[in-house]
């Protein structure tokens, strides 16, 4: 089993930014994939953002590109997400997630373990 935790949530200004965080505790965090979901009420979780094992390999959503970014630090069993230019259309319940395959997907059902979510509200 791998537990995650999320935390750096919060309100912020249209514009502003916020760094989350996801500690992973009980298993080998270099061998999982690690992954930022996020669900705004009424609507399904949507893919944000993966990062491989290594950190060497990223991809990101067309609607967070070029503002957020995912990294990892194996030593510390965390993942980041640094999210920049926020906008309202961001506001949502984020989750981290942790797959154990190289890269993970863009498919939430195939992710193996999950975080309890933090909540980031973008205000105008």
């Known amino acids: 089993q791998v537990q995650l935790v999320e935390s750096g949530g919060g309100l912020v200004q249209a514009g502003g930014s916020l760094r989350l965080s996801c500690v992973a505790s009980?298993?080998?965090?270099?061998?999982?994939?690690m992954g930022w979901f996020r669900q705004a009420p009424g609507k399904e979780r949507e893919f944000v953002t993966r990062?491989?094992?290594?950190?060497?390999?990223?991809y990101y959503a067309d609607s967070v590109l070029g503002r957020f970014t995912i990294s990892r630090d194996n030593a510390k069993n965390t993942a980041y997400l640094q999210m920049n230019s926020l906008k309202l259309e961001d506001t949502a319940v984020y989750y981290c997630?942790?797959?154990?395959?190289?890269?993970?997907?863009?498919?939430?059902?195939?992710?193996?373990?999950w975080g309890q979510g933090t909540q980031v509200t973008v205000s105008s």
């Open positions: 009980g298993r080998t965090f270099s061998n999982y994939a």
């Open positions: 990062i491989s094992r290594s950190g060497l390999s990223t």
């Open positions: 997630a942790a797959d154990s395959s190289v890269m993970g997907t863009a498919v939430p059902d195939q992710w193996d373990y």
